[in-house]
Structure formats: structure tokens, C-alpha cells
């Protein structure tokens, strides 16, 4: 009976290790992702100019400078 103490235990060490590494490929893996997301965005407003892929994202309709300076003042500008 004591074998199971000790694979118990070992199997405690086991998971003591294995969420480490887990959560580091997570991050890498999340890292990459970001990284690639922001190289397609920079290659997009190459491509076509940020008031279309902005557009694209945000349905919002287009104001005046004066008009925007009004709402954000104001506090109503949503970002």
C-alpha cells in the first residue's frame, strides 16, 4: 500500500510541472497569434489606408473635426 503514496506524490509533482508548461506554450501560443493579427492589420492599412479598415471594423459614420471635438469634449465620443 505504501506504492500508491509514492506513485501519488510523484503524480502530485507531475501536475505541479505540467500547468508550467502548459501555460508557457499557451502564452507563446498567444503571443504568435497577436503578432500575426497586428502584421495582417499593418499589411491591410498598407494595402488599403486605415479609414477603410477602420471603416470595415467600426460602423460609425464620418464627422467634421468640429463635430468630433464637440462629442469628445462633451464625453459622448464611444471609442
Avoid: D
Avoid at 508548461?21 to 501560443?29: K, S
Avoid at 497586428?38 to 471603416?55: A, C, D, F, P, S
Amino acid at each position: 500500500m505504501t506504492n500508491w503514496k509514492y506513485i501519488s506524490e510523484v503524480l502530485n509533482v507531475y501536475f505541479l510541472l505540467i500547468p508550467q508548461w502548459f501555460l508557457t506554450i499557451l502564452q507563446t501560443c498567444t503571443k504568435v497569434k497577436i503578432s500575426v493579427q497586428l502584421i495582417r492589420l499593418q499589411y491591410r492599412t498598407r494595402q488599403y489606408g486605415i479609414r477603410k479598415v477602420t471603416n470595415s471594423r467600426v460602423r460609425r459614420p464620418t464627422m467634421s473635426s468640429p463635430m468630433v471635438a464637440h462629442y469628445a469634449l462633451q464625453g459622448k465620443l464611444q471609442k
